[in-house]
């Protein structure tokens, strides 16, 4: 059985994220953040990145942000020979256990309306808070809602 580990990881451990990025993201959304992006986020306060393993080869991440009591989950992507073994609920537990660590209260995202990855989310236990119209646009000049979604952090 594959054994998934978890790691935070800093700004110069940036090229599996980026290689993953790359994989996981359809192109025709243009949802992949491009390495500037991902590093001028890392660098604010209270945003950290999480590196997921199988068997030590890098297989996903999430990059979080924390402002007092409330964090948005900004991105998780999962490699494609990757998926479907959990790795992105392992990713979306290690974030509520740090968040429930740093007092931390909800844990909100945003996903495009027709991106599988609901499915996800539903089953890792988030709901359905709200719709922005034309939230997202693709780089054919399509444009999809985002659904917001929010998770409770429980306590321990
Ligand atoms: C969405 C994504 C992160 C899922 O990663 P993953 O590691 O395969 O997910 P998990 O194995 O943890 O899935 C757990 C459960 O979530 C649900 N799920 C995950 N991916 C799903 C999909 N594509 N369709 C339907 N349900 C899905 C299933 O219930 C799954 O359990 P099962 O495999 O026993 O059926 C991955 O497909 C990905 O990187 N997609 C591209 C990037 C993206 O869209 N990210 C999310 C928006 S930022």
């Known amino acids: 059985m594959s054994a998934i580990s978890i790691t935070e990881i800093g700004i110069d451990e940036l090229d599996p994220v980026m290689a993953i ?4 993201f359809d192109p025709g959304y243009g949802e992949a953040w491009t390495e500037s992006q991902t590093l001028s986020m890392l660098v604010l306060p ?15 991440f999430a990059l979080n942000r924390q402002i007092a009591d ?11 020979d ?13 974030t ?9 209260h909800r844990l909100h995202l945003e996903v495009r309306h027709n991106n599988p990855a609901i499915e996800l989310y ?10 922005r119209p034309g939230y997202y646009h693709g780089i ?6 985002a659904l917001t979604l929010s998770s409770v952090v429980q306590p321990a």
């Open 46 to 60: 209270g945003v950290w990145l999480s590196l997921a393993r199988i068997d030590g080869r890098p297989a996903g």
């Open 82 to 94: 990757c998926r479907r073994q959990g790795v992105a609920l392992a990713l979306i537990d290690r």
């Open 70 to 80: 409330e964090a948005e989950l900004l991105l998780l992507a999962v490699a494609p």
């Open 122 to 131: 539903k089953r890792a236990g988030f709901t359905l808070i709200g719709r």
């Open 140 to 145: 054919d000049g399509q444009i999809h809602d």
């Open 21 to 24: 990025m790359a994989a996981a």
């Open 96 to 104: 509520l256990a740090l968040l429930r660590n740093r007092n931390g």
